[in-house]
């Protein structure tokens, strides 16, 4: 793991919570900080890529983490707008990173004003499913891109959580998976994170635990492996 092994590369990393709007003023979100996909960011710009920050909802100081002359943000709000934003950005990346914890719905409609309590009973809110978009980059990846996704898990143990994530990797598509355990205390808005790293065919190709940025460490390591065996 040299400082310089990403020098020149284009890398794109989505980050944060997406949030679907239902009215005006309310949203559905989610407990994303967006801290893992900043480093992430942060990591591969220190390791000289060219790279752009995707960036959903992200919690306050955080985004201070991706101040660098090599990082690029592009803000966005909704999981339709980050679809949108990744799937132009991708087109000249090398890497593309889908850190974000992007909604699974959608409210079907969106109120143009401030729903009410004198309707005068429960609001009901339909929803609607989402593009799965780390999905569809792997589908429309070009040859020698990497596209990396995220799978954050609530198992009853770790044999469970690896198979649920190898079905994910497959089902979607990318080629590396780095796999999370969440839950009320752990991950998601924590300042450490503890993965598994699953290279291609499902294969375990790196773990690590600790903060945020050396976890993001780890896994560049592996993408760094992974283009070398892509381009050799
Ligand atoms: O299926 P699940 O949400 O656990 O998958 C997580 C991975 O899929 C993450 O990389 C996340 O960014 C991505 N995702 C996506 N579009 C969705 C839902 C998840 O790209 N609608």
Do not use: C
């Not at 949108?84 to 004003?113: G, I, L, N």
């Amino acid at each position: 793991l040299t400082p310089g092994d990403l020098a020149g590369v284009r890398v794109v990393v989505s980050a944060g919570g997406t949030r679907e709007p239902i009215d005006p003023v309310r949203f559905l979100g989610n407990r994303s900080s967006g801290r893992q996909g900043v480093a992430l960011a942060a990591e591969a710009a220190a390791r000289g890529a060219e790279v752009t920050l995707v960036s959903a909802h992200i919690s306050g100081d955080v985004l201070a983490e991706a101040r660098h002359p090599s990082i690029r943000i592009v803000p966005v709000g909704a999981a339709a707008d980050l679809a949108e934003a990744m799937t132009r950005e991708s087109e000249v990346a090398d890497v593309v990173v889908m850190a974000a914890a992007v909604a699974d719905y959608r409210p079907v409609q969106v109120s143009e004003r401030k729903l009410t309590k004198e309707g005068g009973g429960v609001p009901a809110i339909d929803l609607i499913e989402n593009e799965d978009i780390v999905a569809s980059l792997a589908a429309a990846r070009r040859p020698g891109q990497l596209v990396v996704g995220f799978a954050a898990e609530t198992p009853e143990d770790q044999a469970e959580m690896l198979a649920r994530a190898r079905g994910k990797q497959q089902r979607k598509g990318v080629d590396v998976l780095v796999v999370n355990e969440v839950g009320w205390e752990r991950g998601f808005e924590s300042v450490e994170n503890a993965v598994h790293i699953l290279g291609p065919g499902g294969v375990e190709a790196g773990a690590a635990s600790g903060s945020k940025r050396a976890v993001a460490a780890a896994i560049w390591g592996v993408i760094a492996e992974q283009r070398v065996l892509n381009l050799s």
